[in-house]
Structures are given as C-alpha cells and as structure tokens.
C-alpha cells in the first residue's frame, strides 16, 4: 500500500531532550517536506527537500533540523526542544521534485514538550 | 512573501445545502491550485486540483474555480451531506518547492 508513515504517533518529552521523528515514504518520490499545525494558524511549513542531499527552510524552520540522506526517510530533529515546539507534525511526500503536485500526508506525530 | 487566505475560517450549511470557500493569493507565479480536506484525527488529503491554464474543474459534487487575474481561486461543493464536514485547506504553488497553507476552514453540514 502507497503511503507515508511517521513515528512516533504520540510524544511527550522535557524540554531540552532532544529527538527524533522519523518519516518514511515508499513511493519513490522526490520531494519530501514538514509541516506544523496549530489551531487557528493552519499548516506551517517546516523544511522541504526536493532532492536526495537538498534541503531547504520552509516558513518556521527555527528549533529543527532534517536530513535526506535516502530518498525514503526524511526525520526531523529536534536538538532541544522547547514548549512553543508543542504542534501536531505532519510528513508530506509528493512525486513531482518541484512539490507541484498532490502532496501525500502521513497521520501525524503529536508531540508535548512541557 | 506569499500571502494566502481563506474566507470564510467557519462555515455551517444545512444538508443538501451547497458551500463555497475562496482562496486568495498574492504569488502571481503560482500555477498550481489545490485543495485538501482534513477529517477528524488524520492528515489532509487532495481533493481536487487545477492548474493555471484551466478555469474550473469538476468532479462530481466538488468543483474548483480559478481566477487568475484577480488571483483567486474557489472550493464549491453542491448537495453538502454530513460527511462533508472538516476542515478544508488551499495551497497555491509556484513550483518551487516552499508551499504556503491557507488558516483553514472549518465546515459543519448539519443533518
């Protein structure tokens, strides 16, 4: 089944230990991108990689790191988080390297930091 | 940079009722118009989509408007029923890879 798995679904944490949230995609896609949601504020971009070794900031990309050393898995770090970074995350993939196209959300990480 | 909004943030329509959200922008490279639906609990999903060199787009009761030249673009859903009810996203694209969401709006079809 084509899809777009995150892991872990639900994390609460401290504040200042970091993780990580995995995300993985098996249709082959090129762009891979991280959003945010909060309520009344919609979907914030948080990093894109159209490539395999690009990436770039999105809208909010402060407190993150990501990495695309495989075309599959795209995680994003959180070296120390804070409270502000309290969010329901999403992962996105799409086929076209531009992200010009349907983007393929997975079910969402939603994490605590208290 | 980019600014997108969606109007209305809330909508409620009785069943059978039809609805309509507009999207405007101010990027007048996008070429791509898309919208999601997000239902309860679970990441958005494409419903439909245009790109810039067409006007409108169909598929069954959902249908997408573009206006480029006032740099809009609109949702319509005719015969609402209950199942229509979440939140609805835009995100107008140029292609460059950094997208941009509209706030949201969230649509309740009362039975």
Known sequence: EAQVTQNPRYLITVTGKKLTVTCSQNMNHEYMSWYRQDPGLGLRQIYYSMNVEVTDKGDVPEGYKVSRKEKRNFPLILESPSPNQTSLYFCASSQRTSGAGEQYFGPGTRLTVT | ?111
């Not at chain 2, 999207?23 to 679970?42: R, V």
């Not at chain 2, 006032?70 to 009810?85: G, V, Y």
Request: net charge neutral; charged share 20%.
């Open chain 2, 1 to 111: 940079g980019e600014n997108v909004e969606q109007h209305p943030s809330t909508l409620s329509v009785q069943e059978g009722d039809s609805a309509v959200i507009k999207c405007t922008y101010s990027d007048s490279a996008s070429n791509y118009f898309p919208w999601y639906k997000q239902e309860l609990g679970k990441g958005p999903q494409l419903i439909i989509d245009i790109r810039s060199n067409v006007g409108e787009k169909k598929d069954q009761r959902i249908a997408v408007t573009l206006n480029k030249t006032a740099k809009h673009f609109s949702l319509h859903i005719t015969e609402t029923q209950p199942e229509d009810s979440a939140v609805y996203f835009c995100a107008p694209h140029r292609g460059t890879g950094k997208l941009i969401f509209g706030q949201g709006t969230t649509l309740q079809v009362k039975p």
